[in-house]
């Protein structure tokens, strides 16, 4: 089974930036990022396909959230700039394996998640 291992969260003033990066290890389809703060629904951060230049990002991602990926190291990366205090979560990659219908912003299309890691943004 694929497993996912993210990294790269951490705490930072608002306006700052972080880059977490979630390395595969064996191939997938597609990755995505989504992030879970306490109360709160799993929501879609943004997603890449392997091997393709499309990306698709949330709304509140989209000019300050950069998705990426190294297909050499297996790695999905997700740039962010500009943080705010809002973007405080627990950042999760996801991956499909394999090609399905489903909705990317729907936790319940990936196959494979990470653990986790943290992002908290606070002056």
């Known amino acids: 089974r694929v497993q996912l291992a993210e990294s790269g969260g951490g705490a930072v003033q608002p306006g700052r930036s972080l880059t977490l990066s979630c390395t595969a290890s064996?191939?997938?389809?597609?990755a995505a990022w989504f992030r879970q703060s306490p109360g709160k629904e799993r929501e879609g951060v943004a997603t890449c396909y392997t091997g393709f230049s499309l990306k698709y990002y949330a709304t509140f991602a989209e000019g300050r959230f950069t998705i990426s990926q190294d297909n050499v190291k297996n790695t999905v990366y997700l740039q962010m700039d500009k943080l705010k205090p809002e973007d405080t979560a627990m950042y999760y990659c996801?991956?499909?394996?394999?090609?399905?219908?489903?909705?990317?912003?729907?936790?319940?299309?990936?196959?494979?998640w990470g653990q986790g890691t943290q992002v908290t943004v606070s002056p």
């Open positions: 996801a991956a499909r394996l394999f090609y399905n219908s489903g909705d990317w912003t729907s936790p319940d299309t990936y196959d494979t």
């Open positions: 064996g191939s997938i389809y597609s």
